[in-house]
């Protein structure tokens, strides 16, 4: 496995270096990446990563469809990205998981809201970047808009909302405690 990471450098390398001209070629590149299949799309994506994002750790697992869209995120030792998830202004931190169809959004006030008088898509927003920290798994579907604390568990379908302590299981929309892992 790690001779055919090797073996991607003289592809992944120069796609990574382009990448960072600008956030939109970033995104481009991720997205083609994504839909590589299986095994080769997985080391593919890997060595991009690695070398495209601020920090990326040993043993990204990054499944087919599924895709960073900001440069400027740190992703921890052997983490987990699960297939169709999409991963916004969101650091990762070790032993991380997402299952399929998460959506790591960046923080809750992207897009403000509170005049009338101009469309909200000239109002402006504010991001927050939002971390998982190490230890966490959010599961299928959900959506995480606040950071989620160590060895915490995210359930299927949640919309996170809020911060999450550590070492909580958090379910519903909005995402409520569920228990506190012991």
């Known amino acids: 496995m790690q ?3 090797v073996a991607c450098w003289p592809v ?4 990574a270096m382009l990448s960072r001209m600008s956030d939109e070629v970033f ?5 083609g990446l994504s839909f590589i299949p299986y095994l080769v799309g997985i080391i593919v ?9 601020e920090s990326c750790g040993e043993n990204l697992v990054v499944a087919f469809g599924a895709l960073f869209l900001h440069r400027g995120i740190t992703v921890g030792n052997h983490v987990l990205v699960g297939r169709y998830s999409i991963v916004h202004y969101c650091d990762l931190g070790d032993f991380s998981m997402t299952a399929e169809h998460v959506v790591l959004n960046h923080g809750a006030h992207y897009h403000t809201s509170d005049r009338t008088d101009i469309p909200m898509a000239f109002q402006g927003g504010l991001i927050e970047p939002i971390s998982i920290g190490e230890d966490c798994i959010v599961h299928s579907n959900a959506v995480v808009m606040a950071s ?16 999450v302590e550590e070492f909580s299981i958090v379910v519903g929309n909005p995402a409520r405690l569920l228990r506190k892992r012991d």
């Open 3 to 5: 001779a055919l990471g």
């Open 12 to 15: 992944t390398w120069p796609l």
């Open 27 to 31: 995104r481009t590149i991720s997205e």
């Open 45 to 53: 994506r890997r060595e991009f990563y690695r070398f495209a994002l």
């Open 148 to 163: 989620v604390g160590r060895g915490s568990v995210v359930g299927a379908g949640a919309v996170v909302t809020r911060p």
